[in-house]
């Protein structure tokens, strides 16, 4: 297996998405490394793991909406109320003013179906996938039930990690966004992922640093059902 390093690269739009348990936050985290700064974190679920990495980093924690300067090069970890999650216009309004004052490099989202209302998201998200792409802005974001992401977004990810999701819904949705079947029926290990550009096939990828030991073959029946030679990942 081939051993690559991958990051997230100016202006990518890229989508994150596995069943909770699967190792997202923590391959997410680890992406957000690589990202253009400024970065903010849109903490939606005030997750313990974007916490502590944030305590380890030194990163900002807050819970008003974050001020951000053209010179600022840090990582801010915002969380909104759930007033602000149950009706993100305020919201909406305050990521499309960051985007047009091109004060933010980067964004993370965690857990984007909260940013949406009835199914759609609103114009403060959508201008992160127009706006921010013709003007180089970087975005991830992260679901764990993709079947509740308004096809907008989901289509307009310049590249793809699937990792292992659990209901059908959720396979299918991802099956018929990325263009590729076998997401519909097959499964992967923990942490492992399907990763691909919009539009291209996808390849499995297996982290380095949660490996298994030489010798074990747990994962030969995950191997056996691939389409593509797996590769390792160097973050």
């Known amino acids: 297996m081939a051993a690559i390093k991958l990051k997230i690269r100016r202006g990518d739009r890229q989508t994150l998405v596995g069943q909770s348990g699967s190792g997202k936050t923590t391959l997410a985290l680890a992406l957000v490394e690589t990202m253009p700064r400024p970065v903010l974190i849109v903490d939606t679920k005030w997750s313990q793991t974007i916490g502590n990495k944030a305590m380890e980093s030194g990163w ?52 984007l179906y909260q940013l949406h209302r009835n199914g759609r998201a609103g114009p403060g998200v959508i201008g992160l996938y127009t706006r921010g792409r013709e003007m180089g802005f970087t975005t991830l974001a992260s679901s764990q039930r993709p079947a509740w992401v308004s096809a907008f977004c989901l289509s307009e990810a310049s590249h793809y990690f699937v990792m292992r999701l659990k209901l059908k819904s959720d396979k299918k949705k991802m099956a018929e966004v990325t263009g590729q079947p076998h997401l519909e029926h097959e499964d992967v290990a923990p942490h492992w992922f399907w990763y691909g550009e919009n539009g291209k096939d996808m390849v499995l990828f297996q982290p380095l640093d949660i490996r298994k030991k030489e010798g074990d073959t747990s994962h030969q029946e995950d191997l056996a059902r691939t389409l593509h030679e797996p590769k390792r990942l160097i973050l």
């Open 60 to 111: 900002e924690i807050s819970e008003d909406f974050p001020e951000f300067r053209k010179k600022d090069r840090g990582v801010v970890v915002w969380r909104p109320s759930p007033d602000e999650l149950a009706d993100p216009a305020e919201l909406d309004a305050y990521l499309d003013e960051m985007v047009r004052r091109r004060v933010l490099c980067s964004v993370y989202i965690d857990e």
